[in-house]
């Protein structure tokens, strides 16, 4: 079993790197993809946390793709430890992160909400503060009453609190991964809110920019999307992964190791993984 999707503190996730790696050991993971949104933060203490135990630490990351509709979160997965434009270009997606941060705090304020970026650090615990630690405070101060009811009347995209922010375009996001050994990977692609001939020319497109895989396998995909998206990345020459998206007690139904329908994300999705970086 392994896992290619993984969240610490360093994003949104509610396990610090090394409690994240324990965890993997102690479910018997032989492999273990650290993707936080926005951060390479946590990469190296995973790693050190995972160095003479039998588990393989890949270095990742998860980035939203500037769209219209519809959400394109890209992973980057095996990343090398020569990784500074990487580094570079997640600086500023950070900046423009923390300017929006901001102006959703002065917004939430004027509208009489009692909320504060001091907060936010707080609940957030690393560098990346999102709008799921928004969610959270507003839950907290019974603003809302779940974090679904945060999105869906506060902060969701479209929303009376939302604010854009600026995200990379694809071509950029591929190149800057790739350049930094890695591979770039579509995240739950049915997030992008397409199916049929519209997901499949989505998916053509964005090889054609870059692309190397698609994530099959995630818990918010059917079993039987899983295995259409699976033969859908065949047939385009896309590699599968697959992985757990796990945010610890942030979002406590998601497994470590565990994918859509609760199934294993089995070790072969590493080897063909290998195997395409090895053909690219
Ligand atoms: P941000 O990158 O700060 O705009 O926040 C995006 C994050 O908010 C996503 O990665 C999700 O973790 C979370 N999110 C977005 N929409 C929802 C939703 N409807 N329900 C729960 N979490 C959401
Ligand atoms: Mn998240
Ligand atoms: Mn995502
Ligand atoms: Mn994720």
Redesign the pocket.
Known sequence: MIDLHT?STA???SCAPERLVALALEAGLTALALTD?DTLAGIERAREAAAGTGLRLLAGV?IEIAREAGEFHLLGLGLSDRRDGLEAALIQVRVDRNVRNLRMVARLQEAGFPVSMEELREIAGGEVI?R?HFARLLVRKGIAGSIGAAFSRFIGKGKEFYEPRTCLALGEACALIRASGGLPIVAHPLSLGLRGPALRQELSSAKAAGVAGIEAWHPNHSVKDCQMLARLARALGLAVTGGS?F?GSNIPQRKLGRTAGGREVPDGLLDALALHRAAR
Request: aromatic letters at 0%; glycine letters at 10%; a negative charge.
């Open positions: 969240h994003s949104d996730g949104h998860e999102s799921a998206d945010h």
